[in-house]
């Protein structure tokens, strides 16, 4: 909420209605853009994401919490089988770092760790011919690919 009106009652009404945040004027426009960025980063209700069973020779049985590559089952953790499922389900969507921190390992905030990077190698290696589905989009986070488009 962008208002002139400061006072605490304003707020607190204004927090009742449903408001995320309340800016008062004068404000800077660095100001609310970084509360903008604090709002958007908590996550935004919206349509579920698709549980994508294959992509390329990549194959997930979600009930039985069971991935294959090439009809072959290979072994991953639970965070790993979590990361692969999260991948393939946003497949074609840059996935941030932080965004995958909180969607997998349930962190808030942006943690600086190098958790992501290192489960994303294992799962890669584990992969193997599917391994390059996993797309590094550097400074940025990972993207998994489909090879059908």
Avoid at 22 to 33: G, Q
Avoid at 68 to 92: C, D, H, P, S
Avoid at 127 to 149: F, K, N, S
């Amino acid at each position: 909420m962008v208002t002139a009106r400061g006072e605490e009652v304003d707020r607190l009404v204004g927090f009742e209605l449903g408001a995320d945040d309340f800016v008062t004027k004068p404000f800077s426009v660095r100001e609310l853009l970084l509360r903008v960025r604090a709002v958007l980063r908590r996550g935004a209700p919206g349509e579920p994401d698709a549980i994508r069973e294959r992509l390329g020779p990549v194959r997930i049985d979600e009930v039985a919490h069971r991935a294959y590559v090439a009809g072959r089952e290979i072994e991953l953790t639970a965070l790993e089988f979590k990361l692969l499922a999260t991948l393939m389900a946003r497949a074609g969507r840059l996935q941030t770092r932080e965004t995958l921190l909180r969607d997998v390992w349930q962190l808030n905030g942006e943690p600086q760790t190098r958790t992501v990077d290192t489960h994303v190698k294992r799962l890669r290696e584990k992969l193997g011919e599917g391994r390059d589905l996993i797309e590094t989009v550097r400074g940025a986070g990972y993207r998994m690919t489909d090879p059908e488009d």
